[in-house]
């Protein structure tokens, strides 16, 4: 079974969440700890974890820091952001620096057990109330809108491809989208990959990224 640590400075919290773990996953192994330094030392001992819950605020983080520094030591070790942290720019920035997913602290037990079996499965988990919830102005928003994926290559995408990339704008995974939109999953990936190589992305983070102010109602009326 998975082996998982949970890194976070409130017992409570760290209490709970092996409960979450216990009931969704018999069997499985978890450690804990409730700074950063005793984390990265972990990390390394056990190069056989399966996944780290890391808070961003508890001692030795420093914010996002902390995670850079946790990929940077164990670059193969999956990281999970959990945190009372809300704020939309921060869920992505988190995912852009290496975290496969962000579960908030306020999730209920049910979907923190979804979230964490959808990232053990390989995919990567974004909040989708947080990621369908509008930007905030400022700085932060003119880079974002610098980003803005040119209308040339959004017009370029399939209809069927719309649908998808709405879709991963709004934190669903490949598995829900074939759901939604009644298609195999495999033909998710199909258009997922046909997607970033349209929008000359990386990867799915950046189409999200891309795409977070697109009106996609006025893209679907051709």
Known sequence: MYKILIADDHPLFREAICGVIAN????CET????????ALEIAKEEDDLDLILLDLNMPGMHGL????????????IPVV??????????VLQAITYGAVGFI???SPREQMTEALQQILNGNVYLPSD????????????????????????LSSLTRRQLLVLERMSEGESNKQIAYTLNIA?????AHVSAILRKLGV?????????????????YLKR
């Open 185 to 189: 999953e495999t033909t998710v990936k």
């Open 130 to 153: 947080i990621i369908r919830s509008e930007k905030p102005s400022g700085s932060i928003h003119r880079r974002h809108d610098e980003s803005q994926i040119p209308p040339e290559m």
């Open 31 to 38: 450690l804990e700890t409730e700074d950063l330094d005793s």
């Open 65 to 76: 820091n902390g995670l850079i520094s946790l990929r940077n030591d164990s670059p193969t």
């Open 104 to 106: 908030t602290k306020s």
């Open 24 to 27: 969704g996953f018999p069997g």
């Open 81 to 90: 952001i959990v945190s009372a942290e809300q704020d939309k720019q921060i």
């Open 202 to 218: 990386h990867n799915r983070i950046q189409a999200v990224l891309c795409a977070g102010n697109v009106d996609f109602n006025q």
